[in-house]
Structure formats: C-alpha cells, structure tokens
C-alpha cells in the first residue's frame, strides 16, 4: 500500500492487486508540437484529434515510433440535413478548439464557450450524413498525415446507422484499401 500527494493527484491506501507482468501502453494525447514531443520522448503512442503530418513529425522528432491514434468525429444518418443538425447539437463545442477546452470547468463553461457557433461552422469539421464516402475521405486524411490507429467518434444517438454502415461500407472499404496498400508494399506477397 502507498499514498501520493502530488500537484494534481492525491492517493490514499492505494494498492495494485494484478500487477501486469509487462509494462502497460502509454498514449498521450496531445496537440501542440511541444507536447507531441514530449509523447515521443515519453509515451508509448500518439493520440491527436487533428489531422496534421505536422504533428506526426514531431511524435518522431521526439523520438516515438510507437502508434499514432486519430480520433475521427462522424455524424452518420439518413438524410445530411439531420446530421448537421445533430453534429452541431452534440459537438458544436469542438469548434472552440484545444485551448478554450482545456479551460472550461464544467458543461455550463461549454455551452457559454459554443452559444454561437453555427451549424454551417459545424459541419465542415466533422462529416455529416449517410455518405459512406465523405466518412472514408474524413478518415483518409488522417491515413494520409501519417496516423495507423482511428477511433471513429459516431456523434449523437444514431448509432445503430452508424454500426450498420460501418459493417456494410466502411469497413469493407477500409480492409480493401488496407490490403491494397500491403499489395503495394510487398506485404504478404
């Protein structure tokens, strides 16, 4: 058992019971060249919401090689129209970017911080709609600045369309492009 008083954390009586026999994976999440440095330097793995080759490069220069995670906001839905609407209800925050988040204290701080923010300013950054397509293109990109890991982020309560589009179409499609992209290496060939 052990306590910790630290700046940001305080542990009491803490104990580990199943202490894994190899070291866990570390991502750090970041967005600023300083600290995806530092995720190079430190971590096990890049986890950015950006997709920025930039920030890729710098995971590198400070020394990671480990994966690099993108976190891809989706709006799927039947009709383009519902899914802005529902992007902009659910994500609109997003919009304000890393250092307004990392300020608000709490959801109060979030729709003061996003009160103006439009649909029409919404939907460019995050795809909307029942276009397999326009998804791929979204995760493409991060493909595209050097990421290898994605968590597709499915925004508002549609998730059903979202699992049964991602089974019909975008998966396929991504497999497809994945092995295409083996072919083209030499992979198990």
């Known amino acids: 058992m052990s306590n910790y008083r630290g700046k940001h954390l305080q542990l009491d009586h803490a104990r ?3 202490r894994p026999t190899t070291k866990p994976t570390v991502v750090i999440a970041a967005s600023g060249s300083k600290a995806v440095r530092f995720a190079g330097e430190k971590g096990d ?8 080759s930039d920030l890729v490069q710098e995971f590198h220069k400070g020394g990671g090689f480990g994966p690099r995670y993108a976190e891809v906001a989706l709006c799927c839905s039947g009709r383009e129209e519902d899914a802005r609407d529902t992007a902009h209800k659910y994500f609109r925050w997003s919009i304000t970017g890393w250092p307004v988040l990392a300020e608000l204290p709490d959801t109060n701080g979030f729709a003061a911080a996003s009160k103006y923010v439009s649909a029409d300013s919404v939907a460019p950054r995050i795809t909307c709609g029942p276009s397999a397509g326009r998804h791929l293109e979204a995760i493409r990109r991060f493909i595209g ?3 290898d890991h994605f968590i597709l982020v499915q925004v508002g309560p549609e998730q059903e369309y979202f699992l049964n589009l991602f089974r019909d179409e975008l998966a396929p499609a991504l497999r497809q492009e994945e092995a295409q992209l083996w072919q083209a290496e030499g992979v198990g060939a």
Do not use: S, W
């Open 145 to 147: 600045a050097g990421y």
């Open 16 to 18: 580990l019971f199943d």
């Open 45 to 52: 793995g890049l986890m950015a919401t950006e997709a920025r």
